[in-house]
């Protein structure tokens, strides 16, 4: 599906905009987002298709069966590992398989009282090594100082400081994998391009250049989640996974945090498997040959590739949209609450009073036209509301029914829907 900007008429009403689910980039659509995580095809987050910054609030657990068909090569060493909002535990393994945890626990606002810039005294000498330049991290890089400090200069607590630094980089950086594109923090600065090796390096970049400690995390996407080689079996062609790069930031108080420069800040979705992250020897087995700078369908992708199959042996999750932010304003992310929220949100199940529907469309009326929100999975999820909402439930098979929803500022309120099957 995808954003639709052409008038569709449906009775009295016009319809201008009409929203769904894409795997890239779409404009800022101030009142509505509606969680990929509680999609079929849940993983990994994107957020292209949603109106600026969507806050997020649950867990999720999955469980992942990975298996070789040959023992000789073997699958990569995957580390147990854990941070405030990430846990990935290796349940158990031998010579054909690995089983695999992996938590999201987004339940309780990332709640750093730390104020920026960041007192000395809160930074241990032990971190101060995820302070300075490295390679391809150039700290000390003028131009990289001097957005940095324009970027925050509106901050007043490090939460604040760190989500603006995120902001900046998924609205101004254009993803670019060429094998012609430079990946250091300097060359994308200055190119605005970057695979996610170029948006983890700027990012860490900023961040230390106005004392935030950050440090590069190197992973994995499984197969079926839009990243690595194509690969053609029977005529259809699917992605076999492959390497992938995000950064953690150190918060006070609270301690370490993923963010993915390209789609969430304080968390990343389960579909991220860690392998290693530089500056701390979590997985000493690690396999560091794995090269990021390469295009996906050459060799190199890893044995973490290479004749391993996945299956996700159990999944359990409870999240919700719960507000929504305007920054950054065209290329939108996901994030943890950081602070009060901000607008009104309404959810609910939609039934036939017996069972839940699946599929359907909410329409949000402004006037004589509104903008269509499909639901999927029996529930509705109006965000970024405030005051009182005219809305028309729809869904094939079912009278429309129109239903007026008031929203107040800071406040999540559940309405549950029931709608009438056409014919009676």
């Given at each position: 599906?995808?954003?639709?900007?052409?008038?569709?008429?449906?009775?009295?009403?016009?319809?201008?905009?009409?929203?769904?689910?894409?795997?890239?980039?779409?404009?800022?659509?101030?009142?509505?987002?509606?969680?990929?995580?509680?999609?079929?095809?849940?993983?990994?987050?994107?957020?292209?298709?949603?109106?600026?910054?969507?806050?997020?609030?649950?867990?999720?657990?999955?469980?992942?069966?990975?298996?070789?068909?040959?023992?000789?090569?073997?699958?990569?060493?995957?580390?147990?590992?854990?941070?405030?909002t990430f846990s990935q535990k290796v349940i158990s393994e031998d010579d054909f398989s690995k089983r695999v945890q992996v938590i999201i626990d987004i339940s309780k606002?990332?709640?750093?009282?730390?104020?920026?810039?960041?007192?000395?005294?809160?930074?241990?000498?032990?971190?101060?090594?995820?302070?300075?330049?490295?390679?391809?991290?150039?700290?000390?890089?003028?131009?990289?100082?001097?957005?940095?400090?324009?970027?925050?200069?509106?901050?007043?607590?490090?939460?604040?400081?760190?989500?603006?630094?995120?902001?900046?980089?998924?609205?101004?950086?254009?993803?670019?994998?060429?094998?012609?594109?430079?990946?250091?923090?300097?060359?994308?600065?200055?190119?605005?391009?970057?695979?996610?090796?170029?948006?983890?390096?700027?990012?860490?970049?900023?961040?230390?250049?106005?004392?935030?400690p950050a440090r590069y995390a190197h992973g994995y996407l499984p197969p079926g989640f839009g990243w690595g080689a194509t690969e053609e079996f029977w005529g259809v062609?699917?992605?076999?996974?492959?390497?992938?790069?995000?950064?953690?930031?150190?918060?006070?108080?609270?301690?370490?945090?993923?963010?993915?420069?390209?789609?969430?800040k304080n968390f990343v979705d389960p579909a991220h498997l860690v392998r290693y992250i530089d500056g701390i020897d979590i997985n000493p087995k690690a396999d560091k040959?794995?090269?990021?700078?390469?295009?996906?369908?050459?060799?190199?992708?890893?044995?973490?590739?290479?004749?391993?199959?996945?299956?996700?042996?159990?999944?359990?999750?409870?999240?919700?949209?719960?507000?929504?932010?305007?920054?950054?304003?065209?290329?939108?992310?996901?994030?943890?609450?950081?602070?009060?929220?901000?607008?009104?949100?309404?959810?609910?199940?939609?039934?036939?009073?017996?069972?839940?529907?699946?599929?359907?469309?909410?329409?949000?009326?402004?006037?004589?036209?509104?903008?269509?929100?499909?639901?999927?999975?029996?529930?509705?999820?109006?965000?970024?509301?405030?005051?009182?909402?005219?809305?028309?439930?729809?869904?094939?098979?079912?009278?429309?029914?129109?239903?007026?929803?008031?929203?107040?500022?800071?406040?999540?309120?559940?309405?549950?829907?029931?709608?009438?099957?056409?014919?009676?």
């Amino acid at each position: 599906m995808f954003i639709d900007k052409t008038t569709v008429t449906s009775g009295r009403w016009s319809v201008v905009s009409r929203v769904g689910f894409a795997h890239h980039y779409s404009k800022f659509i101030l009142l509505f987002v509606f969680f990929v995580l509680l999609t079929p095809e849940p993983w990994p987050l994107t957020p292209e298709v949603h109106a600026a910054t969507t806050v997020l609030r649950g867990k999720i657990k999955v469980v992942y069966d990975l298996i070789t068909d040959n023992p000789s090569v073997g699958i990569e060493a995957i580390p147990s590992y854990s941070n405030a909002t990430f846990s990935q535990k290796v349940i158990s393994e031998d010579d054909f398989s690995k089983r695999v945890q992996v938590i999201i626990d987004i339940s309780k606002p990332l709640d750093s009282k730390t104020p920026f810039p960041v007192p000395a005294s809160a930074i241990s000498k032990e971190l101060k090594k995820f302070l300075g330049p490295e390679k391809k991290i150039q700290v000390d890089d003028p131009e990289i100082r001097k957005a940095a400090k324009e970027i925050t200069a509106k901050a007043r607590t490090l939460v604040e400081a760190h989500s603006a630094i995120a902001d900046w980089v998924r609205e101004q950086l254009t993803y670019d994998v060429s094998s012609g594109v430079k990946q250091d923090a300097s060359s994308v600065i200055r190119t605005k391009r970057g695979s996610c090796v170029g948006h983890t390096n700027l990012s860490i970049a900023l961040l230390r250049s106005v004392g935030i400690p950050a440090r590069y995390a190197h992973g994995y996407l499984p197969p079926g989640f839009g990243w690595g080689a194509t690969e053609e079996f029977w005529g259809v062609k699917i992605t076999r996974g492959g390497y992938h790069a995000w950064y953690e930031t150190y918060f006070p108080g609270i301690g370490w945090a993923f963010s993915d420069g390209e789609s969430s800040k304080n968390f990343v979705d389960p579909a991220h498997l860690v392998r290693y992250i530089d500056g701390i020897d979590i997985n000493p087995k690690a396999d560091k040959a794995g090269s990021l700078d390469f295009i996906a369908e050459e060799e190199g992708v890893g044995k973490l590739n290479a004749h391993v199959t996945y299956t996700v042996a159990s999944e359990e999750k409870d999240t919700r949209p719960i507000d929504q932010l305007p920054s950054p304003p065209t290329n939108p992310l996901f994030a943890v609450q950081i602070g009060p929220i901000e607008y009104g949100t309404t959810w609910g199940t939609v039934t036939d009073g017996k069972q839940s529907i699946d599929k359907g469309e909410v329409i949000l009326w402004k006037g004589t036209k509104g903008t269509v929100l499909p639901f999927e999975g029996g529930e509705y999820y109006l965000v970024g509301l405030e005051g009182e909402q005219e809305v028309t439930f729809r869904a094939k098979g079912f009278k429309d029914l129109d239903k007026k929803i008031k929203a107040a500022k800071g406040e999540i309120e559940r309405v549950d829907v029931v709608l009438e099957p056409k014919g009676e």
